[in-house]
């Protein structure tokens, strides 16, 4: 899902407002703080706090 670098410049975890990084395998959005991910599901990305899962950033 191709998404302008200007809104992921704006987007923020919904948890602690903190910074979301795109990800894309699995595909989403990564908060570093929370250690959550909210996936993209049929082009649509998923911000409910309680559905997001857990990611550990591969580094």
């Given at each position: ?16 407002k903190?910074p ?32 997001a ?7």
């Amino acid at each position: 899902m191709p998404v302008s670098p200007e809104l992921i410049e704006i987007l923020a975890c919904p948890k602690c407002k903190g910074p979301l990084v795109q990800e894309s395998n699995p595909e989403g959005f990564a908060c570093k703080g929370c250690n959550l991910l909210y996936k993209i599901e049929d082009d649509i990305p998923n911000f409910i706090i309680d559905e997001a899962v857990d990611w550990k950033d591969p580094v």
